[in-house]
């Protein structure tokens, strides 16, 4: 694409339909006059007269306490300099969009056609009762430091001037990480900082607070080494003034351990990033081209870590790693300010963040295989939703204990949840799930384990304490897939079928027992222990692995006909079902039967929903079943009416105990006020169901993937219900995190069939102590 052509698209963005990027959007209803009445006069009085009482009431009844203000005067605008207020407003939209995907803060952007430092601030602080807190931005040196200094000492909310402090923090992390892995310690390091504007003294300061010696750091502007001896220095520069007889940036890089360019493209050479000591630390992030190309330092010395500010490298100091929850964690404790305590929690919360093992959905986002920390992933991705939590929380924490939050979080598991509900990343019901898991992790086989996703899924499952993997395949072929994505599953049991003469005899046997009056001869029954899907069922049945997870690469039937033939059906199970969890906005709600039978009967949809309920109940969730159709109570004829009202008569005559009711189309399943209005009989007229059964295979199917496409689901299964022992399929071609949602839910099947048993047990032993 051209130069031109992009320039092109980035025009028809900002200006095609509504211009700009941000509105505003109503979060109370107000289609009614009654809402109208409520919002404005005359009902707003009560509110109003609530806040004149009491001031902090504007929290409570107003948007401030989720609101920050981004100001400019468009002095400073990104690389572009002094262009002014308006053309620096798309930046300030911009922001304001950062703000919100990332942390769900509300934003308005403020332009102040001003210059002068007092005009600055009298506004700004004249609007302190409107927001929770001040973002400034693109204020160039040095008015920058004295407006946000005077602000910070006269308003009352959290104020930071993120040209200066965004690019600290995250540089600062990035800093602590690197010096970890080239084995320097931060007190020792010599740090050459090429550029003398807000950001430098803003990182330099940072740096100096997180243990940096200010004799070891050299700082450079545009006529080079700052001097304590140059002549007509402003206050801001002389804190930074070297008395070391230095005079060129070359000169200052000869021998230093790190370099910290926020200056201008290309002014650092391949030697003198030569001269520097072994193991450097080089963070050029001049925008958009750094002081030296990327491809060119890391060719001239292999021992480097480098960052950039371009996206396009490893190793991005991007500022939306840090302003977007600092704001978070300030504005949900009322902090009155922004302080030093804060800002170095926010560098280590996303330091140690860089060390943790990345989610698959990081993975996914930047189309890579296994993230890992290292020298090209020193700080986290921006898409690495456990930011707003690991660095939010961070900040409310040290806010509270510095002493400058007006309200204290107790809770904080609590404050996590509504973090994430922020986010609607909401999943609550598989942390729950996984916790239950953890308590009691099982051996889990995985039929297809020469497979880069079910070797990643078992890491995380064996890392995480989920399961104990159990692999099987080509050991060969599985150890060079571990070996070239560096999966760490050491340890970890690896089984080749065609190794094991033992095991296939005694599996086959056993096969050609249940199976010789269906057909199946030893010598077939042999054959077909070839499969790992027969094997893999084999161990489960002779109990030495508790579940088996498959699918992957094949097609459902073909993965499902070994478990039914080698594993059974549970006692009284006459077919099994498939079922989904849909992880909605409103909860989770099950889906069956989707995957298993085509066009059941009334008291195949009887067997079903019997199944269904008792897996709900598994995941302590009451059961509240709706039998689907085109019909409500009987509003249509035909045969898929029929035969669901059918069997909802069976199941009220045969298990009244069970909240189910049909037949009944899917909104007024889901709409409880629908329901209510129009069918107020209805067992499902209190609350809406949470257990939805189709009337056949094709209909639940379509849904639940229309639900997960068009909805943005999380569909978690298909959860295999009615065999005797767990065997799970997942969807093929499944992803990573719904692979280790299945071995959760294998793990979770396990104990539930180990808990029924010893339940029986007891019984059985009490009825014998009582004889």
Same mark, same amino acid.
């Given at each position: 694409m051209s130069k031109t052509n992009r320039k092109q698209d980035a025009l028809d963005y900002h200006s095609q339909g509504r211009p700009g990027k941000i509105q505003v959007v109503p979060t109370k209803p107000y289609s009614s006059q009654r809402d109208l009445t409520l919002a404005y006069s005359p009902g707003v009085a009560e509110p109003c007269l609530k806040i004149a009482e009491n001031k902090d009431d504007v929290y409570k009844y107003t948007a401030k306490g989720n609101l920050v203000a981004v100001i400019s005067n468009g002095t400073a605008v990104l690389g572009l300099g002094d262009i002014g207020p308006e053309a620096g407003k798309p930046v300030m939209e911009g922001k304001g969009l950062l703000f919100k995907i990332f942390a769900d803060i509300d934003v308005f952007d403020l332009e102040l056609d001003t210059k002068n430092v007092d005009d600055f601030v009298k506004i700004v602080k004249a609007l302190e009762p409107t927001f929770g807190g001040v973002n400034l931005e693109d204020i160039k040196a040095p008015e920058c430091f004295e407006i946000e200094r005077r602000l910070k000492e006269e308003m009352n909310i959290p104020v930071m001037h993120d040209d200066q402090h965004g690019t600290a923090i995250i540089s600062a992390a990035a800093l602590l990480n690197a010096c970890d892995l080239q084995k320097k310690k931060i007190d020792k390091v010599k740090i050459v900082v090429n550029g003398a504007g807000a950001a430098a003294i803003s990182c330099s300061r940072l740096y100096v607070s997180l243990g940096a010696k200010k004799e070891n750091i050299v700082m450079c502007d545009r006529t080079g080494v700052i001097r304590h001896d140059r002549e007509n220095l402003d206050a801001i520069k002389r804190e930074f003034a070297t008395t070391r007889k230095l005079d060129t940036l070359e000169e200052a890089l000869k021998d230093s351990d790190v370099f910290i360019g926020l200056s201008s493209a290309d002014c650092v050479t391949a030697e003198m990033l030569k001269s520097m000591a072994k193991n450097p630390i080089v963070f050029a992030m001049a925008n958009p081209n750094p002081e030296i190309a990327y491809d060119l330092a890391i060719s001239s010395r292999k021992d480097l870590i480098m960052a950039t500010g371009r996206s396009d490298y490893p190793n991005q100091v991007n500022n939306v790693l840090g302003f977007p929850y600092i704001f978070r964690g300030a504005l949900d404790v009322r902090a009155t300010s922004i302080n030093e305590e804060m800002k170095i929690a926010a560098v280590r919360a996303i330091a140690e963040l860089a060390r943790k093992t990345v989610p698959e959905a990081v993975n996914m986002a930047y189309n890579a295989r296994n993230i890992k920390f290292g020298k090209e992933y020193i700080i986290p991705k921006p898409m690495d939703f456990r930011l707003m939590t690991n660095v939010s929380m961070a900040v409310a924490k040290a806010a509270i204990e510095s002493g400058v939050a007006r309200k204290t979080i107790t809770d904080w598991d609590a404050y996590a949840e509504e973090l994430k509900r922020r986010l609607g990343m909401d999943d609550s019901i598989m942390r729950a799930i996984t916790n239950k898991a953890k308590s009691s992790p099982k051996r889990v086989v995985f039929?297809?384990?020469?497979?880069?996703?079910?070797?990643?899924?078992?890491?995380?499952?064996?890392?995480?304490? =989920?399961?104990?993997?159990?692999?099987?395949?080509?050991? $060969?072929?599985?150890?060079?897939?571990?070996?070239?994505?560096?999966?760490?599953?050491?340890?970890? +049991?690896?089984?080749?079928?065609?190794? &094991?003469?033992?095991?296939?005899?005694?599996?086959?046997?056993?096969?050609?027992?249940?199976?010789?009056?269906?057909?199946?001869?030893? !010598?077939?029954?042999?054959?077909?222990?070839?499969?790992?899907?027969? !094997?893999?069922?084999?161990?489960? $049945?002779?109990?030495?692995?508790?579940?088996?997870?498959?699918?992957?690469?094949?097609?459902?039937?073909?993965?499902?006909?070994?478990?039914?033939?080698? *594993?059974?059906?549970?006692?009284?199970?006459?077919?099994?079902?498939?079922?989904?969890?849909?992880?909605?906005?409103?909860?989770?709600?099950?889906?069956?039967?989707?995957?298993?039978?085509?066009?059941?009967?009334?008291?195949?949809?009887?067997?079903?929903?019997?199944?269904?309920?008792?897996?709900?109940?598994?995941? /302590?969730? +009451?059961?509240?079943?709706?039998?689907?159709?085109?019909? /409500?109570?009987?509003?249509?004829?035909?045969?898929?009416?029929?035969?669901?009202?059918?069997?909802?008569?069976?199941?009220?005559?045969?298990?009244?105990?069970?909240?189910?009711?049909?037949?009944?189309?899917?909104?007024?399943? =889901?709409?409880?006020?629908?329901?209510?209005?129009?069918?107020?009989?209805?067992?499902?007229?209190? &609350?809406?169901?949470?257990?939805?059964?189709?009337?056949?295979?094709?209909?639940?199917? *379509? #849904?639940?993937?229309?639900?997960? &496409?068009?909805?943005? #689901?999380?569909?978690?299964?298909? *959860?295999?219900?009615?065999?005797?022992?767990?065997?799970?399929?997942?969807?093929?071609?499944?992803?990573? %995190?719904?692979?280790?949602?299945?071995?959760?839910? #294998?793990?979770?099947?396990? +104990?539930?069939?180990?808990?029924?048993?010893?339940?029986?047990? %007891?019984? *059985?032993?009490? %009825?014998? #102590?009582?004889?």
């Amino acid at each position: 694409m051209s130069k031109t052509n992009r320039k092109q698209d980035a025009l028809d963005y900002h200006s095609q339909g509504r211009p700009g990027k941000i509105q505003v959007v109503p979060t109370k209803p107000y289609s009614s006059q009654r809402d109208l009445t409520l919002a404005y006069s005359p009902g707003v009085a009560e509110p109003c007269l609530k806040i004149a009482e009491n001031k902090d009431d504007v929290y409570k009844y107003t948007a401030k306490g989720n609101l920050v203000a981004v100001i400019s005067n468009g002095t400073a605008v990104l690389g572009l300099g002094d262009i002014g207020p308006e053309a620096g407003k798309p930046v300030m939209e911009g922001k304001g969009l950062l703000f919100k995907i990332f942390a769900d803060i509300d934003v308005f952007d403020l332009e102040l056609d001003t210059k002068n430092v007092d005009d600055f601030v009298k506004i700004v602080k004249a609007l302190e009762p409107t927001f929770g807190g001040v973002n400034l931005e693109d204020i160039k040196a040095p008015e920058c430091f004295e407006i946000e200094r005077r602000l910070k000492e006269e308003m009352n909310i959290p104020v930071m001037h993120d040209d200066q402090h965004g690019t600290a923090i995250i540089s600062a992390a990035a800093l602590l990480n690197a010096c970890d892995l080239q084995k320097k310690k931060i007190d020792k390091v010599k740090i050459v900082v090429n550029g003398a504007g807000a950001a430098a003294i803003s990182c330099s300061r940072l740096y100096v607070s997180l243990g940096a010696k200010k004799e070891n750091i050299v700082m450079c502007d545009r006529t080079g080494v700052i001097r304590h001896d140059r002549e007509n220095l402003d206050a801001i520069k002389r804190e930074f003034a070297t008395t070391r007889k230095l005079d060129t940036l070359e000169e200052a890089l000869k021998d230093s351990d790190v370099f910290i360019g926020l200056s201008s493209a290309d002014c650092v050479t391949a030697e003198m990033l030569k001269s520097m000591a072994k193991n450097p630390i080089v963070f050029a992030m001049a925008n958009p081209n750094p002081e030296i190309a990327y491809d060119l330092a890391i060719s001239s010395r292999k021992d480097l870590i480098m960052a950039t500010g371009r996206s396009d490298y490893p190793n991005q100091v991007n500022n939306v790693l840090g302003f977007p929850y600092i704001f978070r964690g300030a504005l949900d404790v009322r902090a009155t300010s922004i302080n030093e305590e804060m800002k170095i929690a926010a560098v280590r919360a996303i330091a140690e963040l860089a060390r943790k093992t990345v989610p698959e959905a990081v993975n996914m986002a930047y189309n890579a295989r296994n993230i890992k920390f290292g020298k090209e992933y020193i700080i986290p991705k921006p898409m690495d939703f456990r930011l707003m939590t690991n660095v939010s929380m961070a900040v409310a924490k040290a806010a509270i204990e510095s002493g400058v939050a007006r309200k204290t979080i107790t809770d904080w598991d609590a404050y996590a949840e509504e973090l994430k509900r922020r986010l609607g990343m909401d999943d609550s019901i598989m942390r729950a799930i996984t916790n239950k898991a953890k308590s009691s992790p099982k051996r889990v086989v995985f039929a297809e384990a020469d497979n880069y996703k079910i070797l990643k899924a078992a890491q995380i499952v064996k890392d995480d304490n =989920i399961a104990i993997p159990i692999l099987l395949g080509n050991k $060969e072929v599985i150890q060079q897939i571990i070996d070239e994505n560096a999966l760490e599953l050491d340890g970890v +049991q690896i089984i080749e079928p065609a190794l &094991e003469p033992e095991r296939m005899k005694k599996y086959a046997e056993s096969l050609y027992n249940k199976r010789q009056r269906r057909g199946v001869t030893l !010598f077939e029954a042999h054959k077909l222990l070839r499969d790992r899907n027969y !094997f893999g069922a084999s161990m489960v $049945e002779f109990g030495e692995a508790d579940a088996m997870i498959s699918g992957l690469t094949k097609n459902y039937v073909s993965t499902i006909k070994p478990a039914l033939q080698v *594993i059974g059906t549970e006692e009284g199970v006459n077919r099994v079902a498939g079922m989904y969890m849909m992880m909605t906005e409103k909860g989770p709600v099950f889906f069956g039967d989707t995957t298993v039978n085509v066009d059941p009967t009334a008291q195949e949809l009887v067997d079903l929903t019997l199944l269904l309920e008792k897996s709900v109940r598994k995941f /302590n969730i +009451q059961p509240r079943i709706a039998l689907l159709s085109y019909s /409500n109570f009987g509003s249509n004829e035909g045969t898929v009416p029929e035969k669901v009202r059918q069997a909802v008569k069976i199941l009220h005559e045969k298990h009244p105990n069970i909240i189910v009711d049909g037949d009944m189309q899917g909104n007024f399943a =889901i709409n409880n006020d629908m329901l209510k209005e129009n069918f107020p009989f209805s067992r499902l007229a209190d &609350e809406p169901a949470n257990t939805l059964v189709f009337p056949n295979l094709e209909s639940g199917n *379509i #849904a639940y993937k229309l639900l997960q &496409e068009l909805g943005g #689901a999380e569909a978690v299964g298909p *959860i295999l219900l009615g065999l005797k022992k767990p065997v799970h399929i997942v969807q093929l071609g499944s992803s990573v %995190r719904e692979i280790v949602n299945m071995i959760t839910i #294998a793990v979770l099947d396990v +104990q539930g069939k180990e808990e029924t048993l010893n339940t029986k047990r %007891r019984g *059985i032993l009490n %009825r014998i #102590a009582k004889k």
